[in-house]
Nanobody
Framework: EVQYVESGGGLVQTGGSLRVSCAPS????????IGWFRQAPGKEREGVGC????????YYTDSVKGRFTISTNNAKNTAYLQMNNLKPEDTAVYYC?????????????????????WGQGTQVTVSS
């Protein structure tokens, strides 16, 4: 069972930056991607993006391209979501998740990432 330690998030003004981190434990190989999806009140889940631990390839949903960056540390046991130029529409709970890329490659599926499991989420609020 994968356990997630999530940190970061918070409140920021429009145009500001935030970083959230995610340290999943229990990933047994590099055949995983780590990423985030978000959900705002009354809205559907939206895949934000993810990174493949195997080759470092990334996927981002169109609305965050050029503003958000996902990376990992050298040990590949922590992933980071750097969010720049934040907008009020980015306000949501951000959930970190992971899943096997051999089951669902990046860019495929409703969320664009293979979220087999996820953490409790962290709130990101962007004020106008």
């Amino acid at each position: 069972e994968v356990q997630y330690v999530e940190s970061g998030g918070g409140l920021v003004q429009t145009g500001g930056s935030l970083r959230v981190s995610c340290a999943p434990s229990g990933l047994t190989s590099d055949d995983y991607a780590i990423g985030w999806f978000r959900q705002a009140p009354g809205k559907e889940r939206e895949g934000v993006g993810c990174i493949s631990l195997n080759d470092g390839n990334t996927y981002y949903t169109d609305s965050v391209k050029g503003r958000f960056t996902i990376s990992t540390n050298n040990a590949k046991n922590t992933a980071y979501l750097q969010m720049n130029n934040l907008k009020p529409e980015d306000t949501a709970v951000y959930y970190c998740g992971a899943g096997r890329t051999s089951i669902l490659p990046l860019g495929v599926g409703a969320l664009g990432c293979p979220f087999g499991s996820w953490g409790q989420g962290t709130q990101v609020t962007v004020s106008s």
